[in-house]
């Protein structure tokens, strides 16, 4: 891109006078709802002139509590404007989290998806900032949104940045608190442009945005870098709806997490079950398979491409690590896929294959400069590194150390430059949802639990956690069905993607008589490899 910018909300005026009458903005449940590239940077001014008036200062957090939509992108954009911070917040988030991040941040306004959200807002928070809400009527003194665009607005002109403040995102830790990166604006350009230049986004080019906007790799991957490049971005409320949704919008550009390759897979697998091929398609590598494999493979590669809409050229993985069967299959499936690696903290995207370089099995080329520890972690270095976790020195100096973020992964360069990820340096799981979950807080509910002496959770490149507890004495069916019992209480409380889906119960003398509080989770892990890939065959 030539022209340069400080403020990521101007994405939207970049070759205004090609794009002004291009379709920005479509929603998918509302066809009347959509923005032109001009009328959304009006739109944009015009939110930006009512929060100014307002009272939102430079500085000042504002948050958006929503499923994704248009007002969602406009909502954000204007926020950043005019120099205040927008902190998103998962519309699925528990309550527990939602007053967490609420009672840190304390934001002014909270831009509010629909009633039912609203409603969950007033049971989390004891004191509620003002909001709005999305939708056409208002509720009660809460503003809908044609009310709220009726407001009066102040054109105040604010110099903002590179190195401003623009986002704080929300992050599972180690410690089971979330924490918020904070992210400059200069650093969200930069990926943008990045990620727009790596896979030729243009205004030929066509988004589904579905993956949760409070997460950077949606938020940048299927808004910004689609903005940058002059595309359009069309919205699904609802990730389950999404794919109903593909034959519809056609879309050339996708983002996906590996939970969901994993689930076509493995519908894929069941398809030839007939033939007795599958556990060939599931120990492919990659080398070319036999002509009769890739007669298969062609063949339901060419049904998923259709059911995708027919006009993908990119099928971007990333969030979670990419299994090597299941990049392997779609790769002899001539399915157009590309894995990256990022995390929040680098808003997000480190490393990414693309059309002009794709490497089986690692995750891509650079965007930023990264080297390897003597113990073989990843660190990285580069515009689009945070500058630190919000009102919290110590977790930030822990990560950030002479300027190198250091990641917790382990993994290797080639010769090439091509980046492979191998494991997590830490116990935080990261399923293949995407979702992070800290197994120390399970781990230490379910060893409440009068028969558990040790409890284990396991899920790294999962869909869900399992347990491994040890228990007391012998295991029966009795003990079976109360520790059941108690872990349906468990999970009750629990966001969906923290609940425990399985579990196996071990005799713990053994474990007592080699002093088992010493023993690591790694170690309990690698003795039980194989009672592990049980819990995930029921």
């Known amino acids: 891109m030539k022209s340069k910018i400080n403020n990521i909300s101007e994405l939207v005026k970049i070759d205004s006078d090609k794009r002004n009458n291009l379709l920005a903005l479509q929603d998918l449940y509302n066809e009347k709802e959509h923005y032109t590239y001009e009328q959304l940077s009006n739109k944009i001014d015009e939110v930006a002139g009512i929060l100014t008036k307002l009272g939102i200062k430079k500085g000042d957090r504002c ?25 998103p917040i998962y519309w699925r988030a528990s309550r527990k989290d939602i007053k967490f991040i609420v009672e840190k941040v304390k934001p002014k306004l909270i831009f509010v998806g629909d009633s039912f959200l609203n409603k969950l807002l007033l049971k989390s928070l004891n004191k509620l900032p003002q909001r709005v809400l999305f939708t056409e009527k208002s509720h009660g003194t809460v503003l809908g949104w044609p009310a709220f665009c009726k407001l009066p607005l102040s054109y105040l002109t604010r110099v903002i940045k590179g190195k401003d403040l623009a986002k704080i995102v929300f992050t599972s830790g180690s410690t089971g608190l979330p924490k918020g990166v904070m992210l400059n604006h200069a650093s969200l350009i930069y990926e943008a442009q990045k990620l727009k230049e790596a896979f030729k986004v243009s205004e030929k080019d066509r988004f589904i945005s579905y993956l949760p906007l409070n997460h950077m790799f949606g938020l940048t991957g299927e808004v910004y870098s689609a903005l940058c490049g002059g595309a359009e971005i069309h919205f699904s409320h609802h990730p389950k709806e999404t794919f109903s949704l593909l034959e519809k919008v ?4 996708m983002l996906t997490v590996p939970f969901i390759l994993e689930k076509i897979f493995k519908k894929s697998l069941n398809k030839v079950a007939f033939l007795g091929v599958q556990n060939t398609f599931s120990t492919l590598n990659e080398r070319e398979p036999g002509l009769i494999y890739r007669f298969f493979l062609h063949k339901i590669g060419a049904s998923i491409y259709k059911k995708m809409g027919g006009r993908l050229r990119c099928l971007i993985v990333g969030g979670a690590h990419l299994g090597k069967d299941v990049e392997t299959f779609f790769k002899h499936s001539h399915l157009p896929i590309y894995q990256g690696y990022g995390m929040t903290e680098a808003a997000p995207v480190i490393a990414v294959n693309s059309p002009e370089h794709n490497k089986l099995y690692s995750v891509g080329s650079l965007l930023d400069l990264v080297k390897i520890s003597k113990d073989g972690e990843i660190l990285v270095k580069g515009p689009n590194v945070m500058r630190g976790y919000y009102h919290d020195k110590k977790r930030t100096s822990s990560v950030l150390k002479r300027g190198w973020l250091h990641t917790g992964d382990l993994g290797h360069l080639d010769h090439y ?16 949802t995407g979702k992070n979950v800290n197994p120390l807080p399970l781990e230490e509910k379910t060893e409440e639990l009068q028969e558990v002496f040790k409890s284990v959770i396991f899920g790294n490149h999962k869909p869900y956690v399992v347990g491994l507890f040890f228990v007391n004495g012998d295991v029966s069916s009795g003990l079976i069905k109360k520790i059941s019992k108690e872990i349906e209480k468990i999970n009750t409380h629990l966001p969906h993607y923290e609940r425990i889906g399985n579990f196996k119960l071990l005799p713990g003398k053994e474990l007592q008589q080699s002093k088992a509080m010493k023993i690591s989770r790694k170690a309990l892990i690698l003795d039980n490899v194989e009672e592990i890939k049980k819990l995930y065959l029921k």
């Open 417 to 432: 430059g091509h980046l492979y990820v191998e494991e997590r340096k830490d116990d935080l799981i990261i399923l293949s």
């Open 250 to 253: 056609k879309p050339t550009m």
């Open 63 to 87: 948050s958006i509590f929503s499923y994704n939509c248009p007002k969602w992108v406009i909502a954000d954009l204007a926020i950043q404007k005019i120099g205040a911070v927008c902190v």
